[in-house]
Each structure stands twice: as structure tokens, then as C-alpha cells.
């Protein structure tokens, strides 16, 4: 198990566009196990590469004990709406109200370099939009509705919180 340093926002490299995955090598697995250990030593939901400092399109979402290893994903389809609080463990000690699509299909490839389709619901579709983002340089606070204030957080919102 190795664990990487989360950057967080003001770090410019959260900003820069990061480049497609062309090696499907030993050295591509190890980012991946490497981002899931992170992901889950510090309770997230999902945690893309740029967030440790790496520029290449790949992420890891855990959400109901799925796992997905993501590399050069790309949306191809979303359904629906859904308005919440969002957190991202690059944005920490803040939470922010996103509007999100309900229900997204995802077309990336696995770490072999084979093409994979995945739909998520909910907050594994949120997920999967926030974890883009940060591949485009795009942090939830750029799109937020407002910002969310702990003394506004009501009782079953108030609860967990997930981190992307
Ligand atoms: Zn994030």
C-alpha cells in the first residue's frame, strides 16, 4: 500500500488540463492502486489523478463498494437531475450545493487498456462528473451553486459528507 499527498486548491496543477493515458503499463497500475489506497485512507468516494499532482486523464471511484478504475473517461450519456452538497478532498473543510445529472454513462478504458461502459446513479453519477472535471482543471467551486455553511447543514444532511 502506498499512499500519494493530496494537492489542494491554489496548487496550479489542480488547474492544468491533464493528458490522455497511452502506456498501459506496470507504471499505470501502480497510480491506480496507489489513488485507491489514497481515495480510501482518507474516506473518499473518488480521487483523480491531477489531485496527486499526476496530469494524465485517469480516476478511481468507490461508491456502495464498487470500485471503478477509469482511464481517459469520457461522458457519453446523462439523465435527470440532481441538486446537493458536494466536497472534494482537494477543497478541504468546504462543501458546496451542485447541480449534477441523476444518472451518467461513462465510456473509459481499464488499466489494461480494454474499453469498459459504466453507468452510475446518484452519487456515483456525481462522482464520475466531479472526477472529469478535475481531469479538465475544473473544481466544484467554479460551478457551484453557492457554498454550503456547516450551521446550514440540516440534520440528514448534516451526516456524512463524501469527498470526490
Ligand atoms: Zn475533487
Redesign the pocket.
Known amino acids: 500500500m502506498a499512499l500519494r499527498k493530496i494537492i489542494t486548491i491554489g496548487n496550479e496543477k489542480l488547474r492544468k488540463v491533464s493528458k490522455p493515458v497511452t502506456k498501459f503499463n506496470a507504471r499505470l497500475e501502480t497510480l491506480l492502486d496507489d489513488m485507491v489506497d489514497t481515495m480510501r485512507e482518507n474516506n473518499g468516494a473518488?480521487?483523480?489523478a491531477p489531485?496527486v499532482g499526476v496530469l494524465k486523464r485517469c480516476c478511481v471511484v468507490e461508491v456502495e463498494d464498487k470500485l471503478y478504475r477509469l482511464v481517459n473517461p469520457e461522458i457519453i450519456a446523462s439523465e435527470g437531475e440532481q441538486a446537493g452538497s458536494e466536497g472534494?478532498?482537494?477543497?478541504p473543510e468546504r462543501l458546496g450545493f451542485v447541480k449534477r445529472p441523476m444518472m451518467v454513462t461513462v465510456k473509459a478504458l481499464d488499466a489494461k487498456g480494454e474499453e469498459i461502459v459504466v453507468t452510475g446513479e446518484g452519487l456515483c453519477a456525481r462522482a464520475f462528473c466531479?472526477?472529469i472535471d478535475?481531469l479538465n482543471g475544473v473544481?466544484?467551486v467554479d460551478i457551484m451553486d453557492h457554498e454550503i455553511f456547516a450551521e446550514d447543514l440540516d440534520a440528514e444532511d448534516g451526516g456524512e459528507q463524501e469527498?470526490?
Open positions: 473518488g480521487l483523480a489531485q472534494c478532498l482537494s477543497v466531479h472526477e478535475h473544481l466544484y469527498q470526490l
